[in-house]
């Protein structure tokens, strides 16, 4: 860290940015397809719609319908006529959205449907993982959930189980992503900050945005944490010259409060975090950040894996 690099840039060709967005047609979902839309008119991108099709997984698993009987058949045809009805609803919506697209949208978008049978926090994984796209941008019901959807949460299964970075789209959010003037990044003072600043300066590269990358720490900051940030600090000069990077450490016992009232002062357009890795123990007995950090903003999150 004791040195800067300084290589000249070279003109070449945008890279594309591929963007899987899951929908189920509910209207927290659809407005993380139109997020994804105005985010992509920036790059070339090509976005993937994928719907995934649990019935018939539901209905081989229901204990109470006992198979190769007439109501086991009759629940099956009702499932296909729904599995029909479904496909035939992801392929107008993607049509529709090709028909509705502006100038800038149709030059840099390229877009795509998929049809998955399986349930969501299964199949978005296993697609992600494999076919590795850039960012995955989920809708989520807006705060104030009741603990047992915030506990069984697709979106928040899903960011266990990825290694892309996850954009969780809040259903109310009313943040201008033309705009994309303000980033908080909530940073840990680790060697993972590095990785998910390279992986949050690409995704944000179009917008001229100022981050602020912030420490949160429960008391006064030690010589450790001064030292590591001064580090990032000078890293960040040296690799970053031409974006706005400011840096804070914040104080508080409880987390998520000492973060709500830096919001207050420093209102933001995109929350930016890693996904912190738990032992077993507190995996069972204590909700993660990143969990209730799903649920206590209206604001967008993005999640990179840790």
């Known amino acids: 860290m004791g040195f800067c690099s300084h290589n000249s840039r070279k003109t070449k060709q945008p890279v594309m940015i ?4 899951p929908v ?47 109501e086991f058949y ?10 029909e ?40 994984p296993r697609i992600s993982n494999k076919e590795s796209f850039d ?14 959807e915030t506990l069984g949460s697709i979106t928040s299964d899903v960011v266990q189980k990825v290694t892309a970075p996850v954009l969780a789209v809040p259903s109310h959010s009313t943040i201008d992503l033309t705009q994309l003037g303000k980033v908080l990044f909530l940073i840990e003072l680790n060697d993972r900050d590095y990785i998910s600043l390279h992986r949050l300066i690409r995704l944000i590269s179009p917008f001229h945005t100022e981050i602020s990358a912030v420490y949160h720490s429960t008391g006064k900051a030690d ?6 940030m001064e580090q990032l600090r000078t890293y960040c000069d040296c690799t970053y010259r031409n974006y706005n990077i400011n840096f804070d ?27 912190r890795k738990r032992t077993l123990l507190r995996k069972v007995f204590s909700p993660s950040v990143t969990r209730k950090m799903l649920f206590n903003t209206d604001i967008p999150l993005l999640i990179f894996h840790s």
Do not use: W
């Not at 591929?18 to 967005?21: D, F, P, S």
């Not at 009759?74 to 599995?83: G, L, N, Q, T, V």
């Not at 609803?89 to 998929?114: A, D, F, H």
């Open 85 to 124: 009805e479904s496909r035939e609803k992801l392929k107008e919506l993607t049509g529709n959205i090709v028909n509705s697209m502006n100038s800038l949208q149709n030059k840099n978008i390229q877009l795509e449907y998929r049809f998955e049978y399986g349930y969501p926090e299964d199949v978005i």
């Open 24 to 70: 189920n047609f509910s209207e927290y979902s659809l407005n993380a397809l139109t997020f994804a839309l105005t985010l992509a008119e920036k790059f070339p991108a090509g976005i993937f719609i994928l719907h995934c099709f649990s019935e018939y997984v539901s209905l081989e698993e229901e204990p109470l319908v006992e198979k190769e009987t007439q």
């Open 249 to 275: 450490i914040i104080t508080g016992k409880n987390y998520l409060k000492t973060l709500e009232e830096y919001l207050t002062e420093n209102p933001t357009h995109l929350i930016a975090m890693t996904r």
């Open 74 to 83: 009759d629940a099956k045809a009702s499932i296909e006529k729904r599995d």
């Open 135 to 148: 960012v995955i941008i989920m809708g989520t019901k807006s705060k104030g959930e009741t603990i047992k």
């Open 223 to 228: 010589k450790n944490v001064i030292r590591k």
């Open 18 to 21: 591929k963007i899987l967005v």
